[in-house]
C-alpha cells in the first residue's frame, strides 16, 4: 500500500467501532468523509507502483525505463498536503542545509558590500537607443529649409534652379543628386543661376541645354559645381594627409576648428528670415518646361531637389505619372487651387449649368421657412409673430 | 328651318391640341459626405446640364440635405408631390427616376384590372331595373 493512502486512514478505527454491531466494509467508508481524491488512490491501492509508473514501463518494455522517476509531474497537490502534515517534524533538516550554504556565501572572502552604486553593475539596462548617451547621429538637421513656397513666382525660380542644377551636373557627369548637399546658395551663385537659360536640344535632353549668358559665368559655374558632392570628400582627404603631427599643430587646429563651429553657429541663428530666392522675381526663360522626366534618375533627383527647395512632396502615383518638368509645374500648381470639396461650389462654378434659366442651385438645405419665403409670406408670419409676441 | 344636328366638338384633353408637362418642378437632394449619395453627386456633375437642357419647361433645383439619403422630388400641376430615393444608385439609373418623374402624371398610381381603360362614357348606358322590357321569371 502507498504511504500516501496509508496516511488517509480511510476506515473508522477499531477503537471507535462497536464490537457488537456489525457494519460491512463498504458502509465503514461511506461513513467517513473523504476527499476525492481518495478515489484515485482506491482504484490503484493493492499496487505497489502507480498507474503512471506501470504505463511508462509497458511503453518502454522493460522494468527500470530511462528518464526521470516521476515524469508526470510529481505527485498531487492533496498528496502532498498530507505528506507535509505528517513530516512537519523532520522538516528542521533541509532548513538546517540551506542556512550552511548561506554561511559559506558569506564567508566569501573577496566580498565587499557597495556603499554607492558606482561601479555597480547596472541592471534593467538592455541596451537600447533611449538609454544611450547621444551622439552625433542623432542631432536632426532637416533635409529641406523647413518652408512651403506657395506663389507660382517661387515655385517657376525653383524649378529653373534646378533644371540648370541638374544639367550642369549631367554635362559634369556627376551623380545628380549631389546637388541636394547645398541646400541654398549664395546669393552671388543663385544670380548666376538665375542668369542661365535652358534650351533643350532635341526631345528634351539634358545634355548641356544650359544656355549660359557669358563666358564668365560658365566657367564660375562649372567651377563651383565641380566642387560639390566630390567637396566633402576632398576635404576630408585634404585633412587626413595633412594630419597635424605635432602635439602644437593639433591644439591649433582644435582651436581653428572651435572658432569656426562658432562662426557656423552664429551663422546659423539669423535674425530675421530671409526672403526665398533672395527677393528674386520671376524667370522670363520657360526653356526648362520641355525638359524631359523619362529618365528615372533624372527624375528622382529632380524631385529630390524641387522638394528641397519648396517644401512640396510628391506621392508615388504622382511620380508615376510626371514625364516633364512641365507636369510636376502643372500637379505643383494644382496643388495651390485644390478642387471644391462642396458639390454646390463646383456646380456653382459651372458656366453652362449657370446659364441656363430652369437651374437653380442652393448651397444650404432648404427648410419651410425657405418657402414661406418664397411664396411672399413668411413677413406676414414674423409679423403675426411679434404681435403675439412670440418671437 | 331644316332640323340641324348638335355640332361635336372634339373634347379637351392633354395631348389633343396641346400638351403640357405635368410635372412642373424636380427638386434634387444630395449630401456631401456620405456614400450613398455618390451616384447622385456624379449625376449632378456630369449629366444635369444636358438634362436641364432639354426640358426646360421643368424647373430644377438642386439643394443639399446633409446626412440624408439622395432623393428626387418632383411637383405636379395637379399639386401632388412625388418623392423617389435613390441612394446608392448609379448615375443611370438615377436619370432614369428622374425621366420617371418628369412623365408622370402626378396621379396616384391605380391598379389596372382591365385590358381596355376609356374615359368616354358608354354608349349603351347604365342598366336600370326600370327600363327595357320586363323579362319574364
Redesign the interface.
Known amino acids: 500500500m502507498r504511504s500516501s493512502l496509508r496516511l488517509l486512514n480511510l476506515e473508522a478505527p477499531a477503537s471507535q467501532r462497536s464490537r457488537n454491531l456489525y457494519v460491512c466494509s463498504v458502509c465503514r467508508h461511506e461513513a467517513r468523509p473523504r476527499p476525492f481524491v481518495a478515489r484515485q488512490f482506491l482504484r490503484h491501492a493493492s499496487d505497489s507502483t502507480p498507474i503512471t509508473e506501470r504505463v511508462r514501463r509497458k511503453l518502454w518494455g522493460t522494468d527500470n525505463p530511462p528518464g526521470l522517476k516521476d515524469p508526470y509531474g510529481g505527485e498531487g497537490v492533496f498528496e502532498r498536503k498530507f505528506k507535509r502534515g505528517q513530516s512537519a517534524p523532520q522538516e528542521n533538516e533541509p532548513e538546517a542545509a540551506t542556512e550552511a550554504a548561506e554561511d559559506a556565501v558569506s564567508e566569501d572572502s573577496s566580498y565587499e558590500p557597495a556603499t554607492t552604486w558606482e561601479g555597480l553593475q547596472r541592471v534593467g539596462h538592455l541596451g537600447t537607443w533611449s538609454d544611450l548617451p547621444p551622439t552625433k547621429a542623432d542631432a536632426y538637421t532637416s533635409f529641406s529649409l523647413n518652408r512651403r513656397l506657395t506663389k507660382p513666382v517661387h515655385l517657376s525660380l525653383a524649378a529653373h534652379q534646378t533644371a540648370v542644377e541638374l544639367s550642369l551636373l549631367h554635362t559634369l557627369k556627376k551623380p545628380l543628386t549631389n546637388i541636394c548637399d547645398v541646400i541654398e546658395h549664395e546669393q552671388p551663385v543663385f544670380k548666376l543661376i538665375r542668369n542661365c537659360k535652358i534650351q533643350p536640344k532635341s526631345s528634351g535632353q539634358w545634355d548641356s541645354a544650359v544656355v549660359y549668358p557669358d563666358k564668365e559665368t560658365e566657367e564660375a559655374l562649372v567651377y563651383i559645381f565641380e566642387q560639390i558632392g566630390g567637396a566633402q570628400e576632398a576635404a576630408a582627404e585634404v585633412a587626413t594627409e595633412v594630419a597635424p603631427e605635432t602635439a602644437e599643430d593639433a591644439e591649433l587646429a582644435e582651436i581653428e576648428a572651435a572658432e569656426a563651429e562658432d562662426a557656423e553657429f552664429e551663422e546659423e541663428v539669423p535674425t530675421t528670415p530671409s526672403p526665398p530666392f533672395f527677393g528674386y522675381r520671376d524667370v522670363k526663360d520657360k526653356g526648362y518646361l520641355d525638359l524631359s522626366l523619362n529618365d528615372p534618375i533624372t527624375k528622382f533627383a529632380f524631385l529630390k531637389r524641387f522638394s528641397q527647395l519648396t517644401g512640396h512632396f510628391f506621392p508615388d502615383p504622382v511620380i508615376h505619372q510626371i514625364s516633364s518638368v512641365q507636369h510636376v509645374m502643372k500637379h505643383v500648381l494644382a496643388e495651390q487651387n485644390p478642387k471644391p470639396?462642396?458639390?454646390?461650389d463646383?456646380?456653382v462654378a459651372?458656366a453652362?449649368?449657370q446659364s441656363?434659366?430652369?437651374?437653380?442651385?442652393?448651397?444650404?438645405?432648404?427648410k419651410p421657412s425657405h418657402k414661406d419665403e418664397e411664396l411672399g409670406r413668411k413677413k406676414l408670419i414674423d409679423a403675426e409673430l411679434r404681435e403675439r409676441g412670440l418671437v | 328651318m331644316p332640323v340641324q344636328g348638335i355640332r361635336t366638338v372634339t373634347a379637351a384633353r392633354n395631348g389633343v391640341g396641346a400638351f403640357i408637362l405635368q410635372c412642373k418642378r424636380l427638386?434634387f437632394h444630395?449630401c456631401?459626405w456620405a456614400g450613398s449619395s455618390r451616384g447622385m453627386?456624379s449625376f449632378?456633375?456630369n449629366q444635369?446640364?444636358a438634362f436641364?437642357?432639354e426640358?426646360?419647361?421643368?424647373?430644377?433645383?438642386?439643394?443639399?440635405?446633409?446626412h440624408k439619403h439622395p432623393v428626387i422630388k418632383g411637383h405636379f400641376i395637379n399639386g401632388r408631390e412625388k418623392a423617389v430615393c435613390v441612394r446608392n444608385l448609379e448615375p443611370e439609373q438615377i436619370f432614369q427616376k428622374a425621366n420617371l418623374l418628369k412623365q408622370n402624371s402626378g396621379e396616384k398610381n391605380k391598379r389596372t384590372k382591365k385590358p381596355v381603360t376609356s374615359i368616354n362614357e358608354s354608349v349603351r348606358g347604365i342598366w336600370s331595373p326600370y327600363h327595357g322590357g320586363l323579362k319574364g321569371v
Request: no cysteine; aromatic share 8%.
Open positions: 470639396k462642396k458639390l454646390a463646383f456646380l459651372d453652362s449649368l441656363l434659366p430652369n437651374v437653380k442651385i442652393f448651397a444650404k438645405k432648404q | 427638386d444630395y456631401d453627386v449632378l456633375k444635369l446640364t436641364a437642357k426640358n426646360p419647361q421643368i424647373e430644377i433645383r438642386v439643394s443639399p440635405r446633409p
